[in-house]
């Protein structure tokens, strides 16, 4: 089945210091993948939608300068967290689509990496 | 935006009891999704489920897209069941999952 790897699976930062998140997705090709924070006991929040050679749409109320997205393959995506800071800690999935669809909706995220910024 | 909300929030069942898990969501969408979320944070895909019903094992979900609403049904529930549910839905062209509240699940022994 389609499989996303998700590294690293956990950070520990410096604040003010920069964390770069990787998705890769690992046998299928993914021209969109998405990216979402989670907070301690809430939902999935959707950040942003990265698209295969273009940039980045983010959702309301993210700050682009502040997560970079780059979707530069078909299989790789990353989220950088600039200047973290403490209020950044959170857990960061990533999601995947296959562009084939599927029976399953085409979804597969990866394990996700909790940040923390000290 | 679409508002996607899920009930009960949290419940405790004793291993081996049923229950039914239940989203609602305030317009038409173009898929529907289940999933688990365990305790290391991964997510599960359940199902994908715009309408109808599906059946997996102890499993079975049900969407009534003309009512808005879809139902998670574990029955004989086993302690790893334990975990958050979600149902997460999109809504037009551009893909994105939007996630409901969730519901965290805890099965007794």
């Known amino acids: 089945g389609a499989v996303v790897s998700q590294h690293p699976s956990r950070v520990i930062c410096k604040s003010g210091t920069s964390v770069k998140i990787e998705c890769r997705s690992l046998d299928f090709q993914a021209t969109t993948m998405f990216w979402y924070r989670q907070f301690p006991k809430q939902s999935l929040m959707l950040m942003a939608t990265s698209n295969e050679g273009s940039k980045a749409t983010y959702e309301q109320g993210v700050e682009k300068d502040k997560f970079l997205i780059n979707h530069a393959s078909l299989t790789l995506s990353t989220l950088t967290v600039t200047s973290a800071h403490p209020e950044d800690s959170s857990f960061y999935i990533c999601?995947?689509?296959?562009?084939?669809?599927?029976?399953?909706?085409?979804?597969?995220f990866g394990s996700g990496t909790r940040l923390t910024v000290v | 935006g679409i508002q996607v909300e899920q009930s009960p929030p949290d419940l405790i069942l004793q291993e081996g009891a049923n229950s039914t898990l239940r989203c609602n969501f305030s317009d038409s969408v173009n898929n529907l999704q289940w999933f688990h979320q365990n305790p290391w944070g991964q997510l599960i895909n359940l199902f994908y489920?715009?309408?109808g019903t599906k059946q997996n094992g102890r499993l079975s979900a049900t969407t009534v897209a003309t009512e808005r609403y879809s139902l998670l049904y574990i029955s004989s529930s086993q302690t790893t069941d334990s975990g958050v549910y979600f149902c997460?839905?999109?809504?037009?062209?551009?893909?994105?999952?939007?996630f409901g509240s969730g519901t965290r699940l805890l099965v007794r022994p």
């Open positions: 999601s995947a689509r296959d562009r084939g669809g599927g029976a399953r909706g085409g979804y597969t």
């Open positions: 997460a839905v999109d809504m037009d062209s551009s893909y994105k999952l939007i």
């Open positions: 489920i715009p309408s």
